[in-house]
């Protein structure tokens, strides 16, 4: 059986997943509380906190393992965590994923850059960084992420025998959907073998963040009658890129015959549209995307007849290139 290698003052080792709705962070904490209990002998819990329950919105799943003599009786968040793992980088834009952690936490994040560049993007104050490209990955091996991203976890926590993981992602998928274990083993081993590992300094150039409650604004004292949305043009303000699970869609203008169809489709008005001279009659011109309204939801992708658009990973796309200042 193996050891925790750290353990809090109740005897936990403790791991919080941030993520956001549609990338299987719940499934994911699933199998690491099936490995750790049923496969390696600990005790513990898992357990997910999501709101609205809808793909691009924020979920946070959290995982406790502690020696088999001792009894679980905390199911409050996991707020000082030694493992994070953040399945979406661009959580950070809208959330301090990174709170809680010390110098010893260990943080996996699914990115492209490399490592010193992705320490700069979480603004990671000390520990150990542990990139992995799982979209990357995922989209070769025709799997979703969350089993990459548990070869990486694996990797990091440094007690979780991999054999343990292997069974726990077999167990579970194999109920249901047999045929899809071998890409998410070749997958998840993937993801262990192919992270690039910084150690971070503690150089202060990041503050270290406590945890901290983040009550939502509004609430049944004092959420405008009827819930109406009392600040004007609140909607130019969103930016969904924290919704988007790592593929965007990509205009070729050349192929573009500006039929219109991704504009009624496009659930967020992301194309914009410029009013050109054309053959001495004024027309209407698709000039892109604006990614900062844009959740990935490629359902422009699906529409377009003319092999307009096209997906593409996050960190293939210029999403500054189309601003919102372009527009007004
Ligand atoms: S659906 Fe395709 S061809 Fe039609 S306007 Fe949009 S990008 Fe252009
Ligand atoms: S993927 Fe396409 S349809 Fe979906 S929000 Fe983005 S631009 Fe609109």
Redesign the pocket.
């Given at each position: 059986m193996s050891d925790l290698p750290v353990r809090d003052e109740y005897g936990f080792y403790e791991i919080r997943l941030e993520s956001i709705g549609g990338l299987g962070a719940n499934l994911a904490g699933k199998i690491l509380a099936e490995a750790g209990i049923l496969n390696l002998g600990f005790n513990g819990s898992s357990f997910s906190s999501y709101g609205s329950e809808k793909r691009g919105s924020p979920v946070k799943a959290f995982i406790r393992f502690c020696d088999s003599d001792c009894e679980v009786r905390i199911n409050s968040p996991v707020t000082e965590p030694h493992l994070i793992a953040v399945f979406q980088e661009n959580l950070k834009q809208i959330l301090p994923v990174l709170m809680g952690m010390n110098d010893k936490t260990r943080v996996v994040v699914n990115t492209a850059r490399t490592a010193p560049a992705a320490r700069d993007f979480l603004e990671m104050p000390g520990g150990t960084l542990y990139c992995v490209d799982a979209l990357k990955i995922s989209r070769e091996e025709k799997v979703k992420l969350n089993t990459t991203i548990l070869g990486a976890v694996c990797r990091a926590s440094g007690f979780l025998a991999k054999e343990a993981l292997e069974q726990a992602i077999s167990d579970t998928l194999g109920k249901k959907y047999a045929w899809l274990v071998p890409a998410n083993l070749k997958a998840f081993n993937r993801g262990f073998e192919e992270v690039e590992i910084l150690e971070v300094p503690d150089d202060g150039k990041y503050p270290f963040q406590p945890f901290r409650e983040s009550p939502p604004r509004w609430g049944y004292g004092n959420a405008p009658i009827g819930g109406t949305i009392t600040e004007i043009a609140s909607t130019l303000r969103n930016d969904l890129s924290a919704s988007r699970e790592g593929l965007?869609?990509f205009f070729i203008r050349d192929n573009c015959t500006d039929c219109t169809l991704?504009e009624s489709?496009?659930?967020?008005y992301?194309?914009v549209w410029r009013e050109v001279e054309k053959d001495g009659r004024k027309t209407m011109v698709n000039t892109g995307?604006n990614y900062q309204?844009?959740?990935?939801?490629?359902?422009?992708?699906d529409i377009c007849p003319s092999q307009a658009i096209e997906a593409r990973n996050e960190s293939e796309v210029d999403t500054k290139k189309l601003s919102r200042v372009s527009i007004w």
């Open positions: 965007l869609p991704c489709t496009c659930p967020d992301c194309y995307i309204y844009c959740k990935g939801c490629l359902r422009c992708v």
